[in-house]
């Protein structure tokens, strides 16, 4: 598999004085993966160091943070002797150990000249009693599922997706039928990377949902480790109500979905859980499309999407054989599936503000309104190649839109007022087709 954060990883390397860097990432989204292939692509050696019930390499920890100490003691364990100069170090499930996360803050300060990158559930460990997070003294790096463009990779796709990068529109077009089969597999297998490998392998539709049945027990299994047992179930119905959320016309989140008499404050911390897990995005909405949109949010409205798009496939159990059908995937809960699709690909671009606008009476609303360079762009998600689409129109009109985009189906266009008909398989690379 390729993950283009392999080549995030390369520039962090190449950096001067860079900091220790920590992957950040929901369970399950490759982050041992990454670290263990950008170390064997760019270095020498790979001292691996995994946390979880290793006390012998915990207690390491336990008295003080000297770097010459525990780098001795790193040999010993890895059987590696540590050259600075080739060999990358690497803290897997740090969670298990405070204060290793702790002793990353005196790498950097004392030893700057050692490669560490660390990975883990961070859950908690900002206010884990005794231990300090080393705020300023370490570079962070979201990983997110696999997009359309990697899974296509995968697959073995690389000429298509060379296509797209090129924006060779006319040649894009030949080979649409093969573009729309891509992303409808894509919708119902996603972008978990183990997911993925086993489909590469296999190709066994069957066993896909099996893994990514497992992947959301395993997720709800987690629900347990760092609340209460009463925080635990908020956190459960919250999340096994964000189908029927995203099922609604106005998909702005309802607590009185979750259960009758349901109130915000009730759900706050189980939210707040879900979004730190990195299982929830949260997408605000945001009172006036200007410059900078963070700064016109409207904190109390807002919409849910999940960490993956085939995870909802199989939280809604989607049947396979709606990948067989012309667009059928797509028009599934009033168009979910394409609007989680379109928000994961835009998640995995770098530095995209992403928010969602609706009038006050929430009669009209743009699915994505995102923030490029000193342009706001509304993005309208159109389930099928039926390009009607009133509320944009209106939004248009109303703010004077210098550019604004339409994905579906339909063919690449660019329309008057600068309207950009992008494909849904295309819509990965929204800025460099609108730059």
Not at 292 to 309: G, N, R, S, T
Not at 364 to 393: C, M, R, T, W
Request: charged share 25%; net charge neutral.
């Amino acid at each position: 598999m390729q993950r283009t954060a392999i080549l995030k990883l390369k520039e962090w390397k190449e950096s001067k004085n860079h900091k220790p860097i920590i992957i950040e990432g929901a369970r399950q989204v490759g982050k041992t993966w990454l670290m263990k292939e950008f170390g064997k692509q760019y270095y020498e050696q790979v001292v691996y160091l995994h946390f979880d019930n290793n006390q012998k390499l915990t207690a390491l920890f336990e008295n003080d943070y000297e770097i010459p100490r525990l780098i001795e003691a790193f040999e010993i364990l890895s059987g590696i002797k540590i050259n600075p100069d080739n060999t990358l170090i690497i803290f897997d499930e740090i969670q298990e150990c405070p204060r290793a996360l702790t002793s990353l803050k005196y790498f950097y300060e004392n030893a700057p000249e050692y490669d560490i990158i660390a990975a883990g559930s961070l859950l908690g460990l900002m206010h884990h009693e005794g231990t300090g997070f080393p705020v300023g003294k370490v570079s962070f790096l979201n990983l997110y599922p696999m997009n359309f463009f990697e899974f296509a990779r995968a697959l073995g796709e690389e000429k298509l997706i060379e296509l797209i990068e090129k924006k060779d529109f006319q040649m894009i077009t030949v080979f649409k039928n093969d573009f729309e089969k891509l992303v409808k597999m894509y919708c119902y297998i996603g972008g978990m990377p183990e997911v993925v490998q086993n489909f590469v392998d296999n190709r066994n539709y069957k066993k896909v949902r099996e893994i990514q049945k497992n992947i959301l027990a395993s997720y709800e299994n987690d629900f347990s480790k760092h609340v209460s047992s009463n925080t635990v179930e908020k956190i459960r119905m919250l999340w096994r109500a964000i189908p029927s959320q995203l099922a609604k016309e106005n998909k702005k989140f309802i607590y009185n979905v979750i259960k009758t008499g349901a109130r915000a404050k009730e759900y706050e911390l189980a939210l707040l859980w879900l979004k730190d897990a990195g299982l929830v995005y949260q997408v605000n909405r945001i009172k006036k499309p200007d410059l900078p949109l963070i700064a016109y949010q409207d904190l109390d409205a807002f919409k849910l999407f999940i960490v993956d798009v085939g995870l909802l496939s199989a939280l809604t159990n989607l049947d396979v054989k709606t990948i067989l059908e012309k667009t059928q995937i797509f028009e599934e809960f009033k168009g979910a599936i394409a609007e989680q699709y379109v928000y994961q690909q835009l998640k995995s671009v770098d530095d995209i503000p992403i928010f969602y606008w609706s009038n006050d009476s929430s009669r009209s609303e743009i699915d994505f309104v995102i923030q490029h360079g000193e342009y706001v762009v509304p993005v309208e998600v159109k389930a099928e190649k039926n390009l009607k689409a009133k509320s944009l129109n209106n939004f248009i009109q109303e703010y004077k839109s210098k550019k604004s985009v339409r994905t579906s189906l339909a063919d690449y266009k660019l329309n008057d007022n600068n309207l950009y008909d992008i494909p849904l398989y295309a819509i990965s690379n929204i800025e460099e087709i609108i730059e």
